[in-house]
């Protein structure tokens, strides 16, 4: 039996498989968070605790402070005796690889993580070896940025480097958008945990074709494809991820040209001993890198590829944050394809209900069916982070699983109350 110590992590799907995953591999997990109540705050709609408040052992402790956090868990190390550290959340990823190296644990090298988890040093990295990607540029400021544009053309895509979930993501088509769109990167100076943001302006050349992820595991040197996720997006001129498919249904010659892109950037960034969810657009010229993520595939995707496959790419997480060889043997499971599709609010306003999730929730192929409660607060989706619910589905035949998760979403009608002015704002903020 190992034990874990897990700093931090998102409070949405992965926060749940992964203590189930360290669970039943018969490990036990310390969990270390600087804000108790942000995990008390998302407690299951049962009313029971939050799966990451069930550790072990609940230690707070300033997280964001990489240099004060070091020494600390290395007297926590000899008192309890950690076996691995992991986090699902990107922006503790290299604070995790950091503490793996001060306390002699697998995992990957703390230069690489930090490389994978700012957008510009990945772009530099992935340049200098090869992998192709977007024309791109990075600015310091607004000037830089309109002067960087005429170069690349418009339109164009205006990304900060270290936020996640597609915020302040935007497609821009002339001066006065990237003036826009750089004013708001300017504006949100801190991410959602408090830590300062690097002022880069990433700007990329617009990629055109469909977009996939290649979900994969690193150890011992070597890189294993698991598979190949297809993506839907919309809410221009945000992107924002509507659904997902696996396997994608893309064709063999895409799919094996996606993972080999996605296997060279892996490489080239020097990561090992980890679990790694790579985005890409297959374009007319061929497979362009987007990102690289070290961590698994968020939007419940590792759902999808166990529903399929048999593989659980949280337990891999586990694994090899562990030391140990991950089980990555596909298993049949009678599923051919698995998708999601997620419910995105039109409107701002104090959700009363979804209609037509009784109807839904009854449907063949349904496999999960989760929406938001009523009485939360919400707007217009600008990002991945506004959703209202998703439906999961799967096929049993064939690649149909994407289709059937789209025309079920579609039967869902959010229903709001209208916010009096103040809450609006609030709502807006």
């Known amino acids: 039996m190992g034990h874990v110590l897990v700093i931090e992590s998102w409070v949405g799907s992965m926060s749940r498989l992964l203590p189930r995953a360290i669970r039943e591999g018969g490990h036990e997990f310390t969990f270390l968070t600087r804000d108790l109540h942000h995990y008390l705050r998302s407690a299951p709609a049962d009313g029971g605790p939050h799966p990451l408040l069930l550790a072990r052992n609940l230690i707070t402790a300033d997280t964001n402070d990489v240099e004060a956090l070091l020494p600390l868990v290395e007297r926590l190390h000899a008192v309890l005796g950690f076996d691995g550290v992991v986090s699902s959340c990107d922006y503790y990823l290299p604070a995790v690889a950091r503490v793996a190296e001060r306390l002699g644990l697998p995992g990957p090298a703390a230069g690489a993580v930090e490389n ?227 419910l995105l609010p039109s409107d701002g306003g104090i959700l009363t209900g979804v209609e037509g999730a009784d109807e839904v929730r009854g449907e063949p192929g349904v496999v999960e069916l989760t929406l938001a409660e009523p009485g939360r607060a919400v707007r217009p989706a600008t990002s991945n982070n506004e959703y209202l619910g998703h439906v999961m589905t799967a096929d049993t035949e064939g690649a149909g699983a994407r289709a059937r998760a789209e025309r079920l979403i579609a039967r869902l009608r959010p229903a709001y109350e209208l916010c009096p002015a103040e809450q609006t704002a609030a709502v807006n903020a």
Do not use: W
Request: charged share 25%; net charge negative.
């Open 116 to 342: 994978a988890c700012r957008k510009d040093l990945t772009r530099r990295v992935l340049t200098e070896a090869g992998v192709p990607g977007p024309r791109f540029a990075l600015c310091a400021d607004t000037e830089e940025a309109l002067t960087a544009a005429r170069g690349i053309g418009y339109p164009l895509v205006v990304k900060p480097a270290d936020l996640c979930g597609g915020m302040l993501v935007r497609e821009v088509g002339d001066e006065r958008e990237l003036e826009r769109a750089c004013r708001a990167l300017a504006e949100f100076p801190v991410n959602a945990r408090g830590q300062q943001r690097a002022p880069v302006i990433l700007l990329e050349e617009l990629l055109t074709g469909p977009e996939v992820s290649v979900e994969t595991v690193s150890f011992d040197g070597t890189t294993h494809v698991v598979g190949v996720t297809d993506k839907s997006i919309g809410g221009a001129p945000a992107f924002i991820e509507t659904g997902h498919m696996f396997p994608a249904d893309i064709g063999p010659e895409r799919v094996r040209e996606a993972a080999d892109t996605a296997v060279a950037a892996v490489s080239a960034l020097g990561l090992d001993h980890v679990v790694s969810h790579t985005e890409l657009k297959l374009t007319p010229a061929g497979p362009r890198l987007i990102e690289v993520n070290p961590r698994p595939a968020g939007n419940r995707i590792t759902e999808l590829v166990r529903h399929v496959t048999g593989v659980d790419l949280a337990a891999a997480c586990v694994d090899v944050a562990l030391g140990r060889t991950p089980d990555l043997t596909v298993r049949p499971t009678g599923v051919h394809s698995a998708a999601i599709a997620f």
